[in-house]
């Protein structure tokens, strides 16, 4: 019963182009959902987050999407650069909650 | 200003052994959490203080795990006796009391491994 699911537990783009990493989720009382990015042998560090009043945010190469209808965010990446390559977590969580709800995550890997 | 550190990173230890690991928050962070990643699946939350309370333990697995936040500055998480299925990543986050996702730190992790 996970409630946000990441369907592609790795994806694989060739350096300047867009990386689309999807993230699904099924709790319709989330407000607030996040991506954070990993490197091997380090801890979680936020890239982006989106309130569910918006359906767009942007910041630098990546903008995160959100369809609530749909249920379905996702994060691109333009142009995508080899430094980009790590695992991609999205999260959520409920405002009157402090959990964060976290997807299987998504390996991306750029290639030169 | 140093960042969400934890020890030890890497533990070994055989089933039925007892392991304690530990997390020093950034310095005046209220707010400091446990999460942990079994191999290729989700982060999982497993409980939240506020200073030395308690806030939610829900993510609790079962009463072999033992967290304390004494004094309301570094937290233990203490794993007695340690099965198979408790190997994974744990890590520990910190934050101010009211922060949002951008401001939630995180440290690298300590790697269990139950053998």
């Known amino acids: 019963d996970q409630q946000v699911k990441q369907n592609s537990p790795s994806l694989s783009v060739q350096e300047g182009r867009i990386s689309i990493l999807n993230c699904d989720y099924t709790?319709?009382?989330?407000?607030?959902f996040l991506w954070y990015k990993k490197y091997p042998a380090e801890g979680p560090t936020f890239l982006i987050s989106?309130?569910?009043i918006k359906d767009k945010n942007e910041d630098g190469r990546f903008t995160v999407f959100l369809n609530k209808s749909a249920k379905h965010l996702s994060l691109h990446i333009v142009p995508s650069q080899p430094g980009d390559s790590a695992v991609y977590f999205c999260?959520?969580?409920?405002?009157?909650?402090?959990?964060?709800?976290w997807g299987a995550g998504t390996k991306l890997i750029i290639k030169p | 200003e140093a960042g969400v550190t934890q020890f030890p990173s890497h533990s070994v230890i055989e089933k039925g052994q007892t392991v304690t690991l530990r997390c020093d928050p950034i310095?005046?962070?209220?707010?400091l959490y446990w999460y942990r990643r079994v191999m290729g699946k989700e982060i999982k939350f497993l409980l939240h203080?506020?200073?030395?309370?308690?806030?939610?333990e829900s993510g609790m697995p079962n009463n072999r795990f033992l967290a304390e936040r004494t004094g309301g500055t570094y937290s233990t998480l203490k794993v007695q006796p340690a099965e198979l299925e408790d190997s994974g990543v744990y890590f520990c986050?910190?934050?101010?009391?009211?922060?949002?996702?951008?401001?939630?730190?995180f440290g690298e992790g300590s790697w269990l491994t139950v053998v």
């Open positions: 709790n319709s009382m989330f407000d607030y």
């Open positions: 310095s005046g962070h209220d707010n």
């Open positions: 989106i309130s569910s």
């Open positions: 203080f506020v200073k030395e309370s308690k806030q939610d």
């Open positions: 986050a910190s934050s101010h009391v009211g922060a949002t996702g951008n401001t939630i730190y």
């Open positions: 999260a959520a969580r409920e405002d009157s909650n402090y959990q964060l709800i």
